[in-house]
């Protein structure tokens, strides 16, 4: 399986793409002075709005005291807040701040900036048939995990 994918058409395509974006991203995260961890952490917290320090931990296969370490340098910049869960005192509830949110749709808006540039460019050198599978891979996956 994995042979077939690699050097495929749109194993080439999505490469050409996440490097990208990743280059892009990689500037506007170190303009923040942010880990990668700490980035994952944003966006887990984005997409489920409240979640816990255990949840952070285990998403990212990290331990607990490197999660806390990690949840105050986040904390210290203004990035999430953390707050008394309401159903358990002793735990911690995390969510973005204002400051989070603006900074996720920051990433947001680069993020399609570069694939709409990316696209524009290799629609050229990229044959039609290949932009059709991976939309429509995207697409399939997207409506699944919305399930």
């Known amino acids: 399986m994995s042979n077939r994918i690699i050097n495929s058409p749109v194993e080439r395509f999505t490469r050409i793409l996440f490097s990208k974006v990743i ?11 942010l880990s990668f961890s700490q980035v994952a952490a944003l966006h887990i917290i984005d997409r489920e709005g409240v979640v816990n320090v255990n949840d952070i931990s285990t998403s990212l296969n990290l331990s607990m005291s490197a999660t806390s370490r990690m949840i105050d340098e986040l904390v210290k910049k203004d990035l999430i807040e953390r707050k008394e869960d309401q159903e358990n005192r002793r735990a911690k509830t995390l969510s973005l701040t204002t400051s989070g949110k603006k900074f996720m749709d920051t ?32 697409f399939k996956n997207n409506s699944e995990a919305k399930k």
Do not use: F, G, N
């Open 23 to 33: 280059q892009r991203l990689a500037v506007v995260v170190s303009e923040e002075h």
């Open 107 to 138: 990433l947001s808006i680069e993020r399609v900036k570069i694939i709409e540039e990316s696209a524009q460019a290799l629609a050229d050198k990229v044959p039609l048939k290949i932009l059709k599978i991976v939309s429509s891979k995207i």
